[in-house]
């Protein structure tokens, strides 16, 4: 299994990025997919989520900044990520996710880094 993220890189403060990620391996349109943020010294957090029925997932602090979106036919699912700030500097990974039984899978991730 590979979840493969890209699309990271620098941008300036109030910019915009997008993130892909490409998962091989598994039944991708079953999985529920999902963004999260790691930042230096703290735990990795949730970003957004997907279901395998699109529906989508977001905490209350990425709500209207972050939007999560997959494409089956693609095996592919981004993150558009807009009004970026410095405090979004963060590596970023992909997450595929299904259960029963529970089963977890973490790409590599993609830095992404916000200058003022």
């Known amino acids: 299994v590979q979840l493969q993220a890209s699309g990271g890189g620098t941008v300036q403060a109030g910019g915009s990025l997008r993130l892909s990620c490409v998962a091989s391996?598994?039944?991708?349109?079953?999985?529920?997919m999902g963004w999260y943020q790691q930042i230096p010294g703290k735990q990795r957090e949730l970003v957004a989520a997907?279901?395998?029925?699109?529906?989508?997932t977001y905490p209350d602090s990425m709500k209207g900044r972050f939007t999560i979106s997959r494409d089956n036919t693609k095996n592919t699912v981004y993150l558009e990520m807009s009004s970026l700030r410095p405090d979004d500097t963060a590596v970023y990974y992909c997450n595929a996710y299904i259960s029963p039984p529970p089963v977890n899978y973490w790409g590599k991730g993609t830095l992404v880094t916000v200058s003022s």
């Open positions: 997907i279901s395998s029925a699109s529906g989508t």
């Open positions: 391996g598994i039944t991708f349109r079953f999985y529920l």
